[in-house]
């Protein structure tokens, strides 16, 4: 049986990645996409998730978020992703119009109206999350997971302590890990050990349409180096999907909101502030070539 999940997103290259295989992997029951300001303007990630659902002829819905972190000033990764946030192919230009209502509504009325607890997969900033939990907290019984992309024990991609989704909208990040819903925080000490490898890359175009695509797309994605290329978010449907292929630690995960280390998550490794309660499995190591497999073989299968 499939799985019924629904992404909150910001398009975004690894975005577009996560959201291909989401779109087409038979194990996977795609409800919704939500989107949010995060890599580009909440505008460019709604164009681009339309721009997706019309490549891949789906009539998965889609709903435009927040245009702005909660309290922050919003912040870009135009540096990482083009101006666009998906540069590189010329996507289909009849596109359908997103849901009428917000995301945050969106996600209600799906979560409310499932015949079981979904599963929710944010891929950006938290922003749509936490207005959801805090305007209508009785969607949180009906949420049987979070699957996060955010977050890093270590060193971050956007200060030298912070990732960039919760470095984006540090209190979305603290009100999301302070709701008592299953998380599991798939984050930098995973996602950058498991790069896409220049061999991986060089027979991506040739699976097929989806691979010519996202081909184009990681052209001009500039989160790389000589060993390979971060797909950040497609790690949080591997990890749905093959959680065997992960190492993982149960621990305590506080956000700083303030000060030189906005944005970090600071995991309680040793258990010594929270009398030893927990409310996250962090992803800690990751097969990573059982990873670039996986991707090439899913890519692949979608034709």
């Known amino acids: 049986m499939s799985t019924k999940i629904i992404m909150d997103t910001d398009p975004g290259i690894?975005?577009?990645?996560?959201?291909?295989?989401?779109?087409n992997h038979p194990d996977l029951d795609l409800q919704l996409l939500t989107t949010v300001a995060g890599n580009v303007t909440v505008d460019k990630t709604t164009l681009n998730a339309l721009k997706l659902t019309r490549f891949f002829n789906s009539?998965?819905?889609?709903a435009a978020g927040a245009p702005q972190p909660l309290i922050k000033p919003f912040e870009d990764a135009v540096r990482v992703h083009g101006v666009s946030g998906?540069?590189?192919?010329?996507?289909?230009?009849?596109?359908?119009?997103?849901?009428?209502?917000?995301?945050?509504?969106a996600l209600r009325?799906?979560?409310?109206?499932?015949?079981?607890?979904?599963?929710?997969?944010?891929?950006?900033?938290?922003?749509?999350?936490?207005?959801?939990?805090?305007?209508?907290?009785?969607?949180?019984?009906?949420?049987?997971?979070?699957?996060?992309?955010g977050g890093t024990l270590g060193k971050g991609n956007m200060t030298s302590a912070a990732e960039f989704n919760v470095f984006t909208d540090p209190h979305a990040a603290a009100i999301m890990y302070q709701s008592g819903v299953p998380i599991t925080m798939v984050g930098l000490d995973v996602t950058m050990k498991a790069l896409l490898t220049p061999a991986t890359m060089a027979k991506l175009p040739t699976?097929?349409?989806?691979?010519?695509?996202?081909?184009?797309?990681f052209g001009h994605y500039h989160d790389g180096n000589q060993g390979g290329i971060p797909m950040h978010d497609v790690n949080t449907l591997y990890y749905l999907l093959h959680p065997e292929a992960f190492t993982t630690e149960k621990m305590w995960i506080d956000v700083q909101t303030d000060g030189p280390a906005n944005g970090e998550t600071v995991g309680d490794i040793r258990g010594a502030y929270h009398d030893g309660?927990?409310?996250?499995?962090?992803?800690?190591?990751?097969?990573?070539?059982?990873?670039?497999?996986?991707?090439?073989?899913?890519?692949?299968?979608i034709g």
């Open 109 to 149: 009325n799906h979560i409310l109206a499932a015949d079981e607890p979904i599963t929710l997969v944010p891929t950006g900033a938290y922003t749509n999350v936490a207005l959801l939990f805090k305007t209508y907290p009785e969607v949180l019984p009906h949420i049987k997971e979070i699957i996060a992309m």
């Open 86 to 105: 998906m540069p590189g192919y010329d996507f289909p230009s009849d596109l359908a119009d997103p849901l009428p209502q917000t995301a945050v509504e």
């Open 59 to 62: 009539t998965v819905p889609v």
């Open 277 to 301: 309660q927990t409310n996250a499995t962090v992803c800690v190591d990751i097969d990573a070539p059982a990873f670039n497999q996986w991707f090439l073989e899913t890519v692949a299968a």
């Open 14 to 23: 690894d975005d577009a990645a996560a959201i291909t295989i989401a779109l």
């Open 207 to 217: 699976v097929g349409r989806a691979g010519e695509m996202l081909s184009a797309l």
